[in-house]
């Protein structure tokens, strides 16, 4: 027993592993239930009486060093795991810069703030719509140029699925499975087949707004966009409204503000007629008011629909669209301290 322990102590003393799974076999081999120690500590019972107290000293002093030994290979394996993780050369280096809020994120929440104000909640849609929440039940004619390959994205044919060209869609969903009083705003991302440039992209965002009640006049509208205008680019701005043609709304009209950078003096931002074009607005057409359920005889209303970007320019003067869905971080970080 004694010349077992001697030989299993030189062999501890030396142990040498590779890696992690050498040591592990090594420790199943001296220090597990079926391990070389504990076939001795087994077999110690058949020690005699006057031996055990030795080979109980040497019996522990084998496994002491064996779990040592152990403990220091797993140790140096450890330190040299860590070492490695302290260097990722893949990592941003430091420091590490922190981020902002998106220009466009920044002017639709100051928009849904507004609105918010007048009492407006916000309704959302899927973006993959049917042709009958983008064009039919809005009042489009079958043969309207936006229902062309070349204007909307199509998904599939009959029946026709689409990316919606406007957030207007949001505004069907709601009016049939809704009674009035209706007061939403539609804020989202909208698609038209357009050729990419500094004025003009594929995808944009929008926000509309619907309001329909019983009583509701143009006189309604007129106030809730002065309102909002000031609101958005100071209180001096002033609006008006020019007569215009939307398939959903009659009348209908585009709202220009004073341009916000000359004072309504005149200059090239504004092409020196003082006024800038922003949005389209109109009462709500008695025919949509029908196709989705609700009685033109009794109800009213007014909606309203502004791009996002359009806005974003207006109030920080960026002249490419591109910009905005580029991800250069050099751009955003001139709208740090807009947030």
């Not at 965002?205 to 002065?226: N, P």
């Not at 008006?240 to 503000?257: K, N």
């Not at 000359?262 to 008011?289: A, Q, R, S, Y």
Request: net charge negative; aromatic share 8%.
């Amino acid at each position: 027993m004694i010349d077992k322990i001697k030989q299993l102590l030189e062999e501890v003393e030396t142990l040498k592993a590779a890696n992690a799974e050498e040591l592990e076999t090594l420790r199943i081999k001296y220090l597990s239930k079926k391990g070389a120690i504990n076939d001795l500590m087994a077999d110690f019972r058949n020690v005699p009486a006057e031996l055990k107290k030795e080979v109980g000293m040497k019996l522990n002093e084998l496994k002491t060093k064996a779990q040592e030994r152990i403990n220091t290979l797993k140790e140096s394996f450890d330190s040299q795991d860590s070492g490695a993780c302290d260097l990722d050369l893949t990592r941003t280096a430091y420091p590490v810069s922190l981020g902002t809020r998106h220009p466009l994120s920044i002017v639709k929440n100051e928009i849904i703030d507004i609105f918010g104000r007048l009492g407006f909640s916000i309704a959302e849609g899927p973006e993959i719509e049917d042709d009958w929440h983008v064009f039919s039940a809005l009042n489009f004619a079958e043969d309207h140029p936006a229902r062309d390959m070349q204007d909307t994205f199509f998904i599939e044919s009959h029946p026709d699925i689409i990316l919606r060209t406007h957030t207007s869609s949001v505004q069907s969903r709601v009016m049939e499975v809704s009674q009035p009083p209706i007061r939403i705003i539609c804020p989202g991302r909208v698609y038209r087949n357009e050729a990419i440039s500094y004025r003009a992209h594929c995808f944009f965002h929008q926000v509309e707004a619907l309001y329909i009640d019983k009583d509701v006049s143009f006189t309604d509208l007129k106030q809730v966009l002065l309102l909002f205008a000031k609101e958005m680019f100071g209180a001096d701005t002033k609006i008006r409204l020019r007569p215009s043609y939307f398939p959903f709304t009659e009348p209908s009209a585009e709202m220009d503000i004073s341009c916000n950078i000359c004072g309504g003096k005149g200059c090239p931002f504004c092409k020196h007629t003082g006024w800038v074009e922003i949005l389209g607005c109109g009462m709500v057409d008695p025919n949509v008011l029908e196709s989705n359920g609700i009685d033109s005889k009794v109800y009213s209303g007014y909606a309203l629909g502004m791009g996002i970007e359009r806005i974003t320019n207006l109030k920080y003067q960026v002249k490419d669209l591109r910009l905005f869905s580029e991800n250069d971080t050099r751009f955003l970080k001139e709208f740090e301290a807009a947030n």
